[in-house]
Each structure stands twice: as structure tokens, then as C-alpha cells.
């Protein structure tokens, strides 16, 4: 009889990560361990305990796995922060287990400046996946790298000090996003902490980016005065890498679409987009955190206002046109779509495309532990409920019914 695999814990560590990751392009490329192991060159066991974390990969075997799995790149990115990583057990640090199970970085002797930086490349690698796999599990990290920072800061010089705020406000911006995605509580108090300690550090396109993502949270609980005063506010900074300023122009277009203001939307998305295709992404922050906005995220936006402004059937076009050619990687983003181009069919009459979309919707954000994707879900689920004569309606509000409820059981 086949033995079960191990389940893995990705979110425990960069090592760990790293051997989910292999273990997925593994399987998805229909490779056992000793297959793979003989195209690279090393044992079947070797990769098995790199999948469980139980051994450091070298950068050649990493090399080798990317080459033989065609990942796209995916596993080479893991190359810079498995080694800082493994070096931080020689810089004064080791790995135990916290309550939740996830392992936490523990500074016996603190104040060593390059751990700062390597961090910045931890939070990248988080952030990306994060998107694919969910963001449960990341919070005790983002915490732990907070509470180390602020050591390193008590002990530090001022120009330390000024990188130590750099990295507290980073993670905390990244802890607010990920409290947005579960229940959203603290979402905002760690974005007045990010705000802060960008201030203090006087990063004005940190302070900016904050405002940007003070301004996405109004916009989230409906309140589109003060997103868009938000956006306003970090647009008046002269000196905006591009890609910050098209994303505080998407929530200005949002707000406005939200309060019904057609002309001013129009103008804002059409800025958006002229700035999303440009080259201007320089920026002095140690993490592209306006990375993520490019065309297609602009695109997926101005669906989004459409759908705002009573314009279902052109939001539906824009929906699907991007689905067609959805990232891979972007599953978190993908289950917001698709909620969203199932209310946009509601609303045009076409109650079984909206089951559909809102069954693969669900799906997604079971998968990824998304409660934003569900609370994206919910007009659609209100709506079907007076739909159920319809199997396929019937059966999504039964199963967004069932998630919904074991979500508040946990």
C-alpha cells in the first residue's frame, strides 16, 4: 500500500518553503522523488528530505531542480534566503518552535546589521507566497522580525536605527495585509504602527505607500471620502516611484467610482494605466512593495470601479479577458476576480455563470484560508439564495453555507 506523504508546513520557514515548493512542481511534473533525483543527479532520500526541511539544498542542487522542473523561475528565487537563512544560526541566532507551531528566529546576540537586509528578502519571498498558498501561519514571523528589530534599534547607531524603523514599518504594513485576509481587526492598528515608524524614519514614499493601503482599507469598509482624501494626501509627494503613484491612483479611482463620480473616475484609471505601462520604478526602499502593480492589476481595478458604477457587463468583458491569462501564482488575487465576476453576472441576469464563477471563487478561497475572498463572496451568496430553483445556485449557497460556518467555528 502507498505510504501517505508528510504534510509539509511552507509557512514554518524559508527551508521549509522551499521544500513545499519543490514537492509541488515535483508532483505537478509527475516525478517521484528517485526520478527526480536521477535527473539531478543526487538520491531519491536527498530529495525527500529536502521537501520535509530536513536538509539544507545547495545552490547547485537548487539550480538543478529548477532546470529539470521548468518552474519558471519560482525555485531559483529561494537561492539568496535559504543562504542568508542558513547563516543565521552563525550570527547569533537559532530556530525554535513557537505556540502555533511555526518556527521563530530567536537573536541570543542581536544588533548585526545584515539580518536586517535579509529579512527584507525573507519578506519578498513571503509576500509572493502568500498569494499562491495563503497567509495563515506568516503573523508569528512578521511579530517575531518586529520585536527583533526593535532590539537591534535599542542597541544600534542612528543610521541603524533609521533601517530598524524601515523593517518594523515594512512588517507591519505586511502583518495588516495579512489580518485583512482573516478577520480584518487588526488590520488597521498595524497600518497606524507602519504609518508611524515611517514617519519617524522620514521615508516619504514609505509614508505614502501606508497612506495608499490606508486608503484600499476605507475603501474595504465602504467609505470612500476618506479613501480618497488618503490617496490625495500621499499624492501631493513630489518624488513617487511610478508604480507607488499608479497604485494610489487606482484608489482614488476607486473611491470615486464608489461615491458615483464618472468623469473623476475615468480620469484617475486612465493615469493609472498610462503609469502602469512606464519604466519608472525606481525607489529607495529595500523592497519593491508597489511591485505588484502592472497592467493587469490596473485592468483588474478598473473592472472593479465598473462594477461600482452599475456597469456589470463591461466589468463581466474585463473579468474575463484577464482570466483567460491570470497569473499562476496570484491564487489570492484570482479567488477576489472571480467573487467579483460573479456579482458582475448577478447583476447582468446570469445566474449560472455567477454560480459558476462563485463555486471556483469558493474554492480558491477555501484553498488559500481567504476570509477576504468570502466577505467578496457574500453578495453573490445573498443574491443566489433567491436563486435556488437553480442546481448550480443551490449547490454554492450550500457550500458557501458549510465554509462559512466552519470559518466561524475556528
Given amino acids: 500500500m502507498a505510504q501517505t506523504p508528510r504534510r509539509l508546513t511552507p509557512n514554518r520557514s524559508v527551508l521549509h518553503g522551499f521544500g513545499a515548493a519543490l514537492r509541488q512542481w515535483r508532483v505537478c511534473r509527475g516525478l517521484s522523488q528517485r526520478a527526480l533525483g536521477g535527473l539531478v543527479h ?46 543565521l544560526t552563525g550570527v547569533g541566532y537559532r530556530w525554535v518552535d513557537s505556540v502555533d507551531g511555526q518556527l521563530r528566529a530567536v537573536m541570543d546576540h542581536p544588533g548585526e546589521p545584515d539580518l536586517l537586509r535579509s529579512w527584507h528578502e525573507q519578506l519578498a519571498v513571503l509576500a509572493i507566497s502568500g498569494n499562491r498558498t495563503g497567509y495563515a501561519g506568516m503573523a508569528s514571523t512578521a511579530q ?120 473623476a473616475w475615468a480620469a484617475s484609471i486612465d493615469k493609472a494605466h498610462k503609469i502602469a505601462g512606464s519604466a519608472d520604478w525606481e525607489s529607495e526602499l529595500p523592497v519593491d512593495v508597489g511591485g505588484h502593480c502592472d497592467p493587469v492589476y490596473v485592468t483588474a481595478h478598473e473592472a472593479h470601479c465598473r462594477l461600482l458604477l452599475g456597469q456589470p457587463a463591461a466589468a463581466a468583458d474585463l473579468y474575463e479577458q484577464l482570466l483567460r491569462h491570470w497569473p499562476a501564482q496570484w491564487r489570492v488575487d484570482e479567488a477576489l476576480c472571480r467573487s467579483a ?47 435556488t430553483a437553480v442546481p448550480e445556485a443551490a449547490a454554492f449557497v450550500f457550500a458557501y453555507r458549510q465554509t462559512t460556518l466552519k470559518a466561524c467555528n475556528h
Avoid at 538520491?43 to 542542487?61: F, H, M, N, Q, T
Fill in 42 to 87: 543526487v538520491s531519491g532520500d536527498l530529495i525527500g528530505k529536502v521537501e520535509k526541511a530536513e536538509r539544507w539544498p545547495s545552490a547547485r542542487l537548487v539550480e538543478s531542480c529548477e532546470a529539470a522542473l521548468q518552474t519558471g523561475g519560482e525555485l531559483v528565487r529561494f537561492l539568496s534566503v535559504l543562504e542568508r537563512e542558513r547563516r
Fill in 144 to 263: 517575531a522580525k518586529i520585536s527583533a528589530a526593535a532590539t537591534i534599534g535599542r542597541r544600534g547607531s542612528a543610521a541603524d536605527r533609521r533601517e530598524v524603523l524601515i523593517a518594523q514599518a515594512l512588517w507591519a504594513e505586511f502583518l495588516s495585509w495579512i489580518d485583512e485576509q482573516s478577520d480584518a481587526a487588526e488590520a488597521d492598528a498595524w497600518l497606524r504602527r507602519a504609518q508611524q515608524h515611517a514617519v519617524e524614519a522620514n521615508v516619504p514614499v514609505l509614508t505614502s505607500y501606508v497612506l495608499m493601503r490606508q486608503s484600499q482599507r476605507a475603501i474595504e469598509r465602504y467609505d470612500p471620502g476618506n479613501a480618497a482624501a488618503l490617496a490625495q494626501r500621499a499624492l501631493e509627494e513630489d518624488l513617487l516611484p511610478g508604480r507607488i503613484r499608479a497604485l494610489l491612483l487606482v484608489r482614488q479611482a476607486q473611491a470615486y467610482a464608489m461615491g458615483g463620480d464618472e468623469d
Fill in 341 to 387: 465576476l460573479s456579482t458582475a453576472y448577478v447583476h447582468s441576469g446570469d445566474v449560472e455563470r455567477a454560480a459558476t464563477e462563485a463555486t471556483n471563487a469558493l474554492a480558491l478561497a477555501t484553498a488559500t484560508s481567504s476570509a477576504r475572498a468570502l466577505r467578496w463572496l457574500n453578495p453573490t451568496a445573498v443574491a443566489l439564495r433567491q436563486q
